[in-house]
């Protein structure tokens, strides 16, 4: 049997060569291979204009690409063909950038797939890190109960034995429901601990009202001597009094020389704003649907109350759509041969998923249960490869030469000048908005290449109308260059984002006529192509876009690369797993870093809240989703939660180690 292995390594430039990112392919068989291929994916991406030493460049689709040896070349078995490419989209800058999947492709198109062991940097030889980080509970804690996030207002009194559990005794259909949903997260969180138990077995009694006149997530959670009542106007204002006395529970319970439980006064609470958010990346990797609800359930023990669902990307389409069944039948899968190629780690066979238009209604039914909101991302126009490969028709069919998007994908934006694809968008946001009851449409618009349809005769046509034949000239000079990745201060104005504005008004228009919110990237602004009082945007390119949007009167949602895209690397070493296009951000630095500094009393009308981002290019491997989520979640929903002059860091470090992680990869000790 053929069998291979692969290692990758990666030198920076310096004054005596340029970068090299080496690929090292042992031959383990007992027979010699010729006329063999080599494919392999992840992060990082070899530029195609990149030389390759020792080898040829045959293939290059963003992260994907698929390499040869020389002609003639027999590699022997036991011995180990090296080549070295000199030139990547970017420099390598943690051990997860490099290639973590591989395989060959034999004379005969057989496949055999590779083991890939982590990529090697020159002179980085510490331990690489995998799992949550660990935050020990101390034994003296700044605050006597443990709770995520802080309270508006805390005054207990007294103290006693934490409960086995608590008996809940709802008054009322609402008190009901919130009852009903605390237990089962309890249930699937924690199974072992059974925190909702009747008097017989210890429980203590927990009365749940609902009382009039509270703002909308806001409780009260007062204690006697032996009960808690918890009070609230709304459902998600019980669900999370519950959700905070449970929080006292489990660290009295589990620490009591650290934490305590009381036997009288108060909390207060409500939150500092109103959306308090995370998002999560389907698209890159696919998450099952247990996965996707075992994610909400610890972003509702977290409070937050938005779930972003990127459904689609140039790397996949995730969403049943009965209009369109190529949709999934075709740009849901990615392997060998098929129209999208591995990805990703994803390896030779077929790999990836959807989810059936059943799996989102439960998904969406157990959110609503849990006070959260589910927001779809169908992002356009841009970062839409895998879709017009499904659905090729959406395309100008004259169109012609190439346009590249920052990560590499080609011609990857929908047309705002071709017809067919607004009768396709009408079809997708009727079906979308028919699943996700929260009213809210997020279209994306971020990202879209500057020379897009630059070779299309439809969109040139289209700008010299919008903008006279000076724009088309100007469009045609940039034919066949590669997109640049791209901001506000670089793209408005110019003919894609007239042709995008344009795009977005008409299919804003749809989405407003159908009495729902349009959402976008900041992207979204540009041209004012969306109405502001039907509309929100997040900010992601830098801390300062934020505050600039909502300046010009756009509902904004903090979402900074630099601090809230919890894909970033928790630092700057080699030995941390992550992305670091927009740097780094440790727990602490996440923790402390606060949205409403640079607005104006005018803006923060406008600042709606905060958002983490889970993009998932590096996580193929669960522990790395582990290590760069938790704590770092806990941090984004205390800052949506919890007012600046309440927050403290060596609060927060000394209670987060109870907080729950997605996998249960904890680092090594």
């Known amino acids: 049997m053929p069998s291979f292995s692969l290692v990758t390594t990666w030198s920076p430039a310096n004054e005596r060569e340029p970068l090299g990112y080496g690929i090292e392919l042992t031959n383990n068989g007992d027979e010699p291979v010729a006329n063999f291929r080599l494919g392999f994916s992840g992060p990082a991406r070899i530029d195609p204009q990149a030389t390759l030493e020792n080898g040829k460049l045959l293939v290059r689709l963003s992260n994907h690409t698929m390499i040869a040896p020389p002609d003639g070349f027999v590699l022997e078995p036991g011995q180990t063909w090296t080549a070295i490419a000199r030139g990547l989209s970017y420099g390598l800058r943690h051990w997860s950038d490099g290639a973590n999947a591989a395989y060959v492709v034999l004379e005969d198109e057989t496949l055999v797939s590779i083991p890939t062991a982590p990529t090697q940097g020159k002179g980085h030889n510490a331990p690489l890190l995998k799992g949550a980080a660990r935050f020990p509970v101390p034994a003296r804690a700044p605050v006597a109960h443990s709770i995520i996030p802080w309270p508006k207002h805390v005054a207990t009194t007294g103290s006693r034995i934490a409960p086995e559990g608590f008996d809940l005794q709802p008054r009322g259909d609402r008190a009901s429901r919130a009852a009903r949903a605390f237990a089962d997260l309890t249930a699937e969180l924690f199974p072992v601990e059974a925190i909702v138990r009747p008097a017989s077995e210890g429980g203590m009694k ?10 909308p997530e806001a409780y009260e959670l007062t204690f006697a001597e032996n009960s808690a009542t918890i009070a609230a106007t709304t459902h998600a204002g019980l669900f999370y009094g519950l959700v905070t006395i449970a929080h006292m529970l489990r660290g009295a319970r589990q620490y009591p020389g650290t934490f305590t439980f009381p036997t009288g006064g108060a909390i207060i609470d409500e939150p500092g704003f109103p959306f308090r958010g995370s998002h999560l990346d ?3 990797q696919f ?9 909400i359930r610890i972003m509702a023990w977290n409070k937050m109350n938005k779930f972003h669902w990127h459904l689609t990307e140039d790397e996949a389409w995730r969403l049943e759509i009965d209009a369109y069944p190529a949709l999934t039948e075709i740009a849901a899968w990615r392997g060998h041969g098929k129209a999208l190629p591995p990805l990703l780690g994803s390896g030779p066979q077929p790999t990836g998923g959807y989810y059936s238009k059943q799996v989102v209604r439960d998904i969406v039914a157990l959110a609503d249960e849990l006070a959260i909101a589910v927001i779809p991302e169908i992002d356009m126009p841009g970062h839409f490869y895998a879709a017009l490969q499904a659905l090729p028709e959406l395309r100008d069919p004259d169109e012609t030469g190439e346009y590249q998007s920052v990560q590499g994908f080609p011609n990857n934006s929908l047309n705002p000048a071709h017809e067919p694809v607004y009768t396709f ?8 908005l028919e699943l996700f009851p929260a009213g809210i449409f997020h279209l994306g618009a971020d990202e879209v290449p500057l020379a897009a349809w630059s070779g299309s ?13 000076a724009m088309r000239k100007k469009h045609e000079a940039q034919f066949n260059q590669l ?8 793209i408005e104005g110019s003919p894609t984002a007239i042709l995008q504005a344009e795009f977005i008004k008409r299919v804003h228009r749809y989405i407003a006529g159908k009495g729902a919110v349009t959402g976008g990237w900041e992207e979204t602004a540009h041209g004012d192509a969306v109405a502001k009082d039907k509309s929100y945007v997040i900010g992601w390119r830098n801390v300062e876009v934020n505050a600039a949007l909502a300046e010009r009167g756009f509902d904004i949602v903090v979402s900074p690369g630099q601090r809230y895209y919890l894909d970033m690397a928790n630092s700057v070493s080699w030995a941390e797993p992550g992305a670091g296009w927009a740097g780094w951000s440790g727990p602490q630095e996440t923790y402390e870093f606060e949205a409403r500094e640079g607005f104006s009393e005018a803006g923060l009308k406008h600042l709606l809240g905060v958002q983490s981002c889970i993009w998932s290019e590096s996580m193929t491997d669960r522990a790395i989703f582990d290590r760069l989520v938790f704590p770092r979640l806990s941090a984004v929903a205390e800052a949506g939660w919890t007012l600046p002059e309440r927050k403290s860091w060596e609060r927060f470090k000394a209670l987060v180690g109870l907080m729950p992680i997605m996998y249960g990869h904890w680092a090594a000790e």
């Open 287 to 295: 998450y099952t649907g247990a996965e996707v609800s075992r994610l």
């Open 425 to 432: 968008v009408e079809k997708v946001v009727d079906e979308v």
């Open 206 to 215: 927990v009365e749940v009202v609902e009382k009039a006149g509270l703002a």
């Open 483 to 490: 997109g640049n990745h791209h901001g506000a201060d670089e």
């Open 282 to 284: 389907v698209a890159r």
């Open 457 to 469: 005769p439809l969109a040139l046509d289209m700008i010299e109308k919008l903008a006279g034949p």
